[in-house]
């Protein structure tokens, strides 16, 4: 069996965050956002909209995408790290708003979550112990942003992308998989939330509930990480450049993706880019570019993708998969 992407959906909270809206709170200004970090503005969520009604609107998108009733799904996987509460997971809040069955849990990968989750649901088909999977990626990273914090309040953005995937005997869909984590590098990306375990971040960070960033270094490696991970992804599946129809990076960076893009040897109109409307939203970049591209046309059946992300961990990876 092969595991193929049959439906695709996404949501964005209905309320915009300009430049200039930041301009008011913190000291930074339009010109060095777009310039330094290639986002004009992002989406953020009222104070009583949460994750899993983003999730549950993608998820709604994506099962009528795919033309699939919610009691056909096996499992729901939700790649977040926003989750509305730790338990239950923001997977079994969307099973109940759409009336799904089967399982539920929440995949916590940060950044690269959705494509861990592509990976995931790769296995399970391919073994025979599931036939329809939904994978969310789903984040509301301004409930968890410091907006006195210049550094890391201009990046980020909330937003969710859901995909069906079922079990077909069509060769193709998620075709390979590259996947790889260095924990060393934690501390460059954190958000200690409830996970208080740690004393040194406990003594260190007084305000514990926010994401914790050193940008400089991050940026170093997410473009040699992506690079790598798109080359290698390539390598198993015995494609080239050529082969693909697009890259779709995470969302972090416009620089990061250009960097990433040269590295890897992709030529930039290969590249999906939206982040100067969305800013990074986590896990859920890449399911929103992928929704759109497929949705305005760009991406027809058939067409091969390279999904390439990098995020807290350090974890990175690649997934290379065909639009059915
Ligand atoms: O989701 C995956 C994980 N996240 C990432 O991959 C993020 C990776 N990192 C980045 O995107 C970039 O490092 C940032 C956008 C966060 C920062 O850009 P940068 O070009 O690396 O800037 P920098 O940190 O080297 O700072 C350059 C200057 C500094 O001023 P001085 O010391 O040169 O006077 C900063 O204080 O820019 C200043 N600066 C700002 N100025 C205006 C930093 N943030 C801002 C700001 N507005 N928001």
């Known amino acids: 069996m092969y595991a193929h992407l049959i439906g695709t959906g996404s949501s964005v909270p209905e309320r915009v965050l300009t430049n200039a809206d930041l301009?008011?709170?913190v000291d930074t200004d339009s010109e060095w956002i777009e310039t330094r970090a290639g986002i004009k503005e992002r989406r953020i969520t009222s104070d009583d909209e949460w994750v899993s009604d983003l999730a549950t609107e993608a998820a709604r998108k994506a099962l009528e995408h795919a033309g699939m009733s919610p009691k056909e799904l096996d499992l729901i996987i939700c790649a977040t790290v926003t989750g509305d509460t730790t338990m239950p997971s923001a997977a079994s809040i969307v099973q109940y708003n759409i009336g799904a069955g089967?399982?539920?849990?929440d995949l916590g990968s940060a950044c690269p979550g959705f494509?861990?989750?592509l990976a995931t649901a790769k296995a399970y088909i391919e073994s025979g112990m599931f036939r329809n999977i939904m994978v969310i990626g789903a984040e509301t990273t301004?409930?968890?942003v410091d907006f006195t914090d210049r550094n890391t309040c201009i990046l980020f953005g909330d937003g969710a992308g859901a995909v069906v995937i079922t079990a077909t005997e069509e060769e193709g869909g998620i075709m390979e998989v590259e996947m790889e984590s260095d924990g060393a590098l934690g501390h460059l990306l954190y958000l200690p939330g409830m996970r208080q375990?740690?004393?040194v971040l406990r003594e260190k960070d007084p305000v514990p509930l926010y994401v914790k960033m050193q940008g400089n270094d991050l940026f170093k490696y997410a473009v040699k990480s992506m690079a790598d991970s798109s080359v290698k992804v390539l390598e198993k599946g015995g494609l080239g450049i050529d082969d693909?129809?697009?890259l779709i990076p995470h969302q972090a960076n416009i620089r990061i993706i250009e960097a990433t893009a040269k590295r890897a040897g992709v030529p930039l109109e290969k590249v999906l880019i939206n982040i100067e409307k969305f800013g990074n939203t986590s896990s859920a970049t890449i399911p929103i570019a992928?929704?759109?591209a497929v949705r305005d046309g760009r991406i027809q059946k058939g067409d091969a993708l390279v999904g390439v992300s990098f995020g807290?961990?350090?974890s990175w990876g690649a997934v290379l998969f065909k639009w059915y």
Not at 102 to 105: D, K, L
């Open 290 to 292: 992928f929704d759109e």
């Open 244 to 246: 693909i129809k697009y």
């Open 23 to 25: 301009e008011k709170m």
């Open 197 to 199: 375990r740690i004393p």
């Open 102 to 105: 089967g399982a539920t849990y």
């Open 312 to 314: 807290a961990g350090l």
């Open 115 to 117: 494509l861990y989750g």
């Open 142 to 144: 301004s409930k968890v």
